[in-house]
């Protein structure tokens, strides 16, 4: 169905302490004729479009390609462990050729026991390229702004965030979902 986030660890094991990584790849150039997309989105995409915990992805819009595309690659970079209340930098690449704008959205969120899919503490933009929005659930998004989507150089995109991580050991969940788009809007 092309829904559910590819699962896996950072650094290969799981603990209770061992962050997630749920990655959507969405990666597909966007080609779909403006009738279908009367409201593009280069400030900032619709919230809730992780693809985690039952929402849709960045695909809902842009369907020109399937997700997970093999022609482009999509990574989240971070520790592999964390140590609660502490602060750590994020790291988001979205490449692939013919790529002329980006985007993203990022959720953190615990991915068990009775707060599973809560908000796992804080998520900071680090600079006017992302900004990062709340919604009626209380859930953060780290998502691209105008400025984010502009390529700094051909077929790549980055983008760093930092995460302020929980005050107790618990399995956190980073849900991601990135676009390569061929900026026709």
């Known amino acids: 169905s092309g829904s559910e986030p590819t699962r896996g660890t950072l650094g290969g094991r799981s603990s209770r302490n061992r962050l997630a990584l749920g990655v959507i790849l969405g990666v597909g ?6 009738l279908f997309l009367p409201f593009p989105y280069p400030d900032q995409p619709p ?3 992780t693809g985690g915990f039952g929402e849709p992805t ?7 390609a399937p997700l997970n595309a093999p022609e482009g690659a999509l990574s989240l970079s971070g520790p592999e462990t964390y140590q609660p209340g502490r602060s750590y930098q994020l790291r988001v690449e979205l490449a692939r050729a013919g790529m002329r704008r980006a985007g993203l959205q990022l959720a953190a969120r615990f991915s068990e026991g009775a707060r599973a899919g809560r908000q796992a503490r804080t998520l900071q933009a680090t600079n006017d390229r992302l900004e990062v929005v709340v919604d009626s659930t209380g859930i953060q998004y780290a998502q691209h702004r ?3 989507s502009t390529l700094r150089s051909p077929g790549h995109a980055s983008w760093t965030i930092d995460w302020t991580a929980p005050d107790a ?3 956190v969940v980073f849900h991601l979902v990135g676009n390569a788009a061929n900026d026709d809007a």
């Not at 960045?58 to 020109?64: I, S």
């Open 29 to 34: 150039v966007a080609i779909a004729p403006p």
């Open 47 to 49: 919230l809730s479009h």
């Open 58 to 64: 960045c695909q809902r819009c842009h369907f020109g």
């Open 146 to 148: 105008h400025a984010g």
């Open 169 to 171: 050991r618990e399995p």
